[in-house]
């Protein structure tokens, strides 16, 4: 299984960012995919999940800013962050599944900083 991240960067406060994963090496339409964040010094923070027929949920602290989507036809989930906060920064990573053993990809850095 290999999961490639892409789309962060630098953004100001109130602004967005759309992150990709793109997925090969698994069944990609049967999968729950994860979007989780690490702040250095702390754990990771599981912030939305996607299951394969599209059923999402989030963390409470970006509920409403924040929204998955997937296309199983492209081996693709995103994820669109609005309304961007200092406190959104950290490295974002996708992985298979919800808890427990999964794959991940390498990370993507958002930081969000006037």
């Known amino acids: 299984v290999q999961l490639v991240e892409s789309g962060g960067g630098l953004v100001q406060p109130g602004g967005s960012l759309k992150l990709s994963c793109a997925a090969s090496?698994?069944?990609?339409?049967?999968?729950?995919m994860t979007w989780a964040r690490q702040v250095p010094g702390k754990g990771l923070e599981w912030v939305s999940s996607?299951?394969?027929?599209?059923?999402?949920d989030y963390t409470n602290s970006v509920k409403g800013r924040f929204t998955v989507s997937r296309d199983n036809a492209k081996n693709t989930v995103w994820l669109q962050m609005n309304s961007l906060k200092p406190e959104d920064t950290a490295v974002y990573y996708c992985r298979t599944g919800r808890v427990g053993n999964g794959s991940w990809g390498q990370g993507t850095q958002v930081t969000v900083s006037s």
């Open positions: 996607i299951s394969g027929s599209g059923d999402t």
């Open positions: 090496g698994l069944t990609f339409s049967t999968t729950t």
